[in-house]
């Protein structure tokens, strides 16, 4: 009933959920750990993996078409400059 | 994908060039999404960059160990979602129907236990409002100058409105699946449709995961 194919598909949707749960209890772990300012850098780079694990593979833009992944690419560029922005403002105030 | 037993409308060349335009449209909506959050983690950024103490001394007042397996539970969610989307392209029903089915139970419990933190808050007067009140003492954190409480004020604003945005998208969500379980349940060909509904439900997922940390686990480490 099952065809090759589509134990191994469920086999990847498994494996990620299970790397997203390995992610979530060691951002979690991190988070008593004093890396002397270096926190918020590590659990916002283990937040991005996660969210790269979902994009990929549960949302399928890993075989998803060039105009999928440059639409994200846009996404994440916009919301780079209004952050970015916003923050070169307020990070020099106290120049 | 399930582009072979697909009605095409008369506006489309083929199966395929529908399928893409549905995916390309959804991305589109999604990004607006992106933008719709990435105002309020702006608004964050440059708050929690002014006021970090307060930020931190909020932050220990969320209830980590909920927000951890609210965390998982989501994360769930979003594994029956992709398996609710495999099922449909495959045309399995009553795996289409019970990876939908699971997928709401999922959701209705994350957002059955936010509502148990969103009651804690209350009864601890950290709702920000009339009532809002911190009491350095017991809490810990700084002093209770005016301007401090203010800020902490700021932090708990900041965290219902943010997760409360977010749950009402998981809201939204909700109804869009119970739509699609009694159209499976019917026998109807709703591959796409599945499809669209799962690419939202992991956008939501992905809200949520970078909240998690920027809300539950900062300063914890102090």
Same mark, same amino acid.
């Given at each position: 009933?099952?065809?090759?194919?589509?134990?191994?598909?469920?086999?990847?949707?498994?494996?990620?959920?299970? %790397?997203?749960?390995?992610?979530?209890?060691?951002?979690?772990?991190?988070?008593?750990?004093?890396?002397? %300012?270096?926190?918020?850098?590590?659990?916002?780079?283990?937040?991005?993996?996660?969210?790269?694990?979902?994009?990929?593979?549960?949302?399928?833009?890993?075989?998803?078409?060039?105009?999928?992944?440059?639409?994200i690419?846009?996404?994440?560029?916009?919301?780079?400059?209004?952050?970015?922005?916003?923050m070169?403002?307020?990070?020099t105030?106290?120049? | 994908?399930?582009?072979? +037993?697909v009605?095409?409308?008369?506006?489309?060349?083929?199966?395929?060039?529908?399928? +893409?335009?549905?995916?390309?449209?959804m991305?589109?909506?999604?990004?607006?999404?992106?933008?719709?959050?990435?105002?309020?983690?702006?608004?964050?950024?440059?708050?929690?960059?002014?006021?970090?103490?307060?930020?931190?001394?909020?932050?220990?007042?969320? +209830?980590?160990?909920?927000?951890?397996?609210?965390?998982?539970?989501?994360?769930?969610?979003?594994?029956?979602?992709?398996?609710?989307?495999?099922?449909?392209?495959?045309?399995?029903?009553?795996?289409?129907?019970?990876?939908?089915?699971?997928?709401?139970?999922?959701?209705?419990?994350?957002?059955?236990?936010?509502?148990?933190?969103?009651?804690?808050?209350?009864?601890?007067?950290?709702?920000?409002g009339?009532?809002?009140?911190?009491?350095?003492?017991?809490?810990?954190?700084?002093?209770?100058?005016?301007?401090?409480?203010?800020?902490?004020?700021?932090?708990?604003?900041?965290?219902?409105?943010?997760?409360g945005?977010?749950?009402?998208?998981?809201?939204?969500?909700?109804?869009?699946?119970?739509?699609?379980?009694?159209?499976?349940?019917?026998?109807?060909?709703?591959?796409?449709?599945?499809?669209?509904?799962?690419?939202?439900?992991?956008?939501? +997922?992905?809200?949520?995961?970078?909240?998690?940390?920027?809300?539950?686990?900062?300063?914890?480490?102090?």
């Amino acid at each position: 009933m099952i065809s090759g194919s589509h134990a191994s598909a469920t086999t990847g949707y498994v494996c990620v959920f299970a %790397g997203l749960l390995v992610l979530t209890a060691l951002t979690v772990s991190v988070a008593f750990v004093d890396l002397g %300012g270096l926190n918020n850098t590590v659990a916002l780079l283990i937040a991005s993996g996660k969210a790269w694990l979902v994009v990929a593979f549960f949302m399928h833009v890993r075989h998803g078409s060039a105009l999928v992944k440059s639409t994200i690419t846009a996404g994440c560029a916009w919301l780079a400059i209004l952050i970015g922005l916003t923050m070169s403002d307020f990070l020099t105030r106290s120049w | 994908m399930a582009t072979t +037993d697909v009605t095409v409308a008369s506006h489309f060349a083929d199966a395929r060039q529908q399928h +893409d335009s549905a995916t390309f449209g959804m991305w589109l909506f999604l990004l607006t999404e992106v933008m719709l959050f990435g105002g309020l983690f702006t608004v964050y950024a440059s708050y929690r960059w002014s006021y970090p103490d307060s930020f931190m001394a909020g932050s220990h007042h969320l +209830d980590l160990w909920l927000g951890t397996v609210n965390t998982a539970v989501l994360i769930g969610s979003s594994l029956t979602m992709a398996m609710a989307q495999q099922a449909a392209t495959r045309a399995a029903r009553r795996g289409l129907v019970m990876f939908l089915s699971m997928t709401v139970l999922l959701g209705g419990l994350f957002l059955g236990i936010k509502s148990v933190e969103y009651a804690h808050k209350f009864q601890e007067h950290l709702v920000p409002g009339a009532s809002f009140a911190w009491h350095a003492d017991e809490n810990g954190g700084p002093a209770q100058a005016d301007t401090a409480v203010q800020q902490l004020e700021l932090f708990f604003g900041l965290y219902f409105v943010m997760t409360g945005l977010h749950a009402f998208h998981m809201v939204l969500g909700l109804g869009v699946l119970l739509v699609l379980v009694a159209a499976a349940l019917r026998g109807s060909r709703i591959a796409t449709p599945v499809e669209m509904t799962a690419l939202y439900w992991h956008f939501v +997922d992905i809200v949520w995961i970078f909240l998690f940390p920027l809300l539950y686990l900062i300063g914890r480490h102090g």
